[in-house]
């Protein structure tokens, strides 16, 4: 018989995708190194270079048709390195506080070359071994790091949505006294889920493509401090059931996406157990900050919970994409999402992904999480988003103490405020002042995420257009905190007088 290994080293086919370990380690390493630059410019850069559509496809020169010869990659990877830090908005620049998208940790961009480098199919633990593992290790760990239970299924999934829509998928299963999957929800009563007015808009995206439709969505009035009104709450399950639906599901939010308010989930809690209904809770912004003493407390509620949605790629840093489902009871998973028997392997159960969530093949994304909680520890996880939070508070405070500001809230580590010039102090809720007010702040937004030495987003707060900073970024400083009012205050001036002299709103505002 002949060596089965006998002439690898001379591969017999040749492939246009392959590439001689030399020139993988050459670029490789020159590839490490521009990234090492690039990465050290960005604080010198503006956060975002404010260009057109048709400058970004310029500038990377895109537009053509596909090329029917292959590129040299050495000059391929360095143009597009380069390039691409030309001509991109910077969620990890220490002045970026849109949205809610977190620095990257370096260990993480490691993690994700490692990941496809190896390229387990994190489907079946055959095809992915250590990867499964890792990715139980994983879930284990951020289960710990929250106070959830740790006997929990779990599965990493690409973010928060999709997070939230295995909790729901779970809920809707363990709830339908009915084989809805394979019957169908039009086999019962009309399900009901519940959720408060504040909730992330994956909630109707989960009630139209599950087959309920947006209107078996109950949405929960809010108190004055944006928090699901829980009497509302009982009043309306009980008003649903009186009708002859079936409710099934109440979302609580930990932390919301537009200003960062804690549902009391200590009390949903009571009632979805009372009623015998689903708990779920979205964590995908503020989950993670369960684990930090800033935090408030009915936060730590998340672990009465059924099932939980967080997102790595939010608060604990892993470059995108990354989220985590977290569901109490593993059999609920499985019960949800799996056609097989339970398989085992050497006598052990495992784990196959694929019975866990929505996917087939799976990548290793877990990988960069795992990395980056070993690289920064229990408490250098919880150090960062304490820090995050305080930086936050910290902003609030010089945001009242410059004066032109009126700051509506400051919720874990976002801030929701207003530019007022000083004719309208006071006068802020006479209508014409009302929107003068809003139009300026709108202007306000739009020119300064144009200039791109500051990064914010806008939220509405009771009926008010407000700026909005979040904070969850390790490079963020007290220095870039300090900068904010004033940088605000002089491009609300100018607006204000600008539209002043031109008696109304320029275009767009
Ligand atoms: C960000 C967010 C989501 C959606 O998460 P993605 O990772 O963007 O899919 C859902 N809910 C809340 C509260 C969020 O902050």
């Not at 015998?276 to 989950?287: P, T």
């Not at 900073?469 to 609300?492: L, M, Q």
Request: aromatic fraction near 8%.
């Amino acid at each position: 018989m002949s060596d089965p290994r006998e002439g690898a080293a001379t591969p017999e086919r040749r492939s246009a995708l392959a590439m001689e370990p030399a020139t993988f380690r050459a670029i490789g390493h020159r590839l490490v190194d521009d990234l090492a630059e690039l990465l050290a410019s960005v604080p010198q850069r503006p956060v975002t270079p404010g260009e057109s559509p048709a400058d970004v496809r310029r500038g990377l020169r895109l537009g053509g048709p596909l090329p029917e010869a292959g590129d040299d990659p050495r000059e391929l990877i360095e143009r597009v390195a380069k390039s691409l830090f030309d001509h991109s908005l910077f969620n990890g620049h220490p002045r970026f506080f849109g949205y809610i998208t977190s620095s990257p940790a370096p260990i993480g961009m490691f993690g994700d070359l490692l990941a496809a480098a190896a390229n387990p199919n994190v489907g079946s633990w055959t095809l992915g071994p250590a990867a499964t593992e890792i990715e139980l290790e994983a879930v284990r760990w951020i289960a710990g790091l929250l106070g959830f239970p740790e006997s929990c299924g779990g599965v990493m999934v690409s973010g928060g949505n999709m997070a939230n829509f295995v909790g729901f998928l779970a809920a809707r299963v363990a709830k339908c006294p009915w084989d809805v999957r394979a019957a169908g929800v039009a086999a019962g009563p009309r399900l009901r889920a519940y959720v408060s007015a504040e909730t992330h808009t994956w909630i109707q995206k989960a009630a139209d493509l599950f087959g309920l439709g947006t209107d078996a969505v109950r949405w929960i009035p809010c108190d004055s401090a944006m928090r699901m009104d829980v009497a509302a709450l009982e009043r309306t399950i009980a008003a649903d059931r009186a009708a002859g639906d079936l409710p099934f599901l109440v979302v609580g939010t930990g932390g919301s996406v537009s200003t960062g308010a804690v549902d009391p989930l200590p009390a949903i809690a009571q009632v979805c157990r009372r009623e015998k209904l689903w708990f779920h809770v979205d964590g995908a912004y503020g989950g993670f900050a369960a684990a930090v003493p800033e935090a408030p407390d009915e936060l730590r509620g998340l672990a009465l919970a059924d099932s939980v949605a967080v997102d790595p790629h939010k608060w604990l840093y892993s470059p995108l994409e990354v989220g985590c489902a977290l569901v109490r009871d593993p059999e609920a998973m499985r019960a949800a999402f799996s056609y097989h028997p339970v398989y085992y392997h050497f006598d052990e159960q495992v784990v196959n992904f694929v019975d866990h969530g929505l996917q087939n093949s799976r990548g290793f994304r877990a990988l960069k999480v795992w990395l980056g909680l070993r690289h920064a520890g229990a408490a250098g996880c919880r150090e960062a988003i304490s820090e995050d939070i305080r930086l936050s508070r910290r902003l609030a405070e010089a945001l009242r103490a410059h004066g032109s500001f009126e700051v509506f809230t400051t919720d874990l580590s976002i801030v929701t405020f207003r530019y007022v010039p000083d004719d309208l102090r006071g006068r802020e809720s006479d209508s014409a002042a009302a929107e003068r007010l809003d139009a300026l702040n709108r202007e306000l937004l739009d020119s300064s995420q144009r200039a791109g030495e500051v990064f914010v987003s806008n939220a509405v707060v009771h009926g008010r257009y407000a700026l909005r900073t979040c904070i969850v970024n390790f490079h963020t400083s007290e220095r870039d905190i300090e900068a904010i009012p004033g940088i605000f205050a002089r491009a609300g001036r100018a607006i204000d007088e600008r539209m002043r002299a031109g008696g109304a709103a320029p275009a767009g505002g």
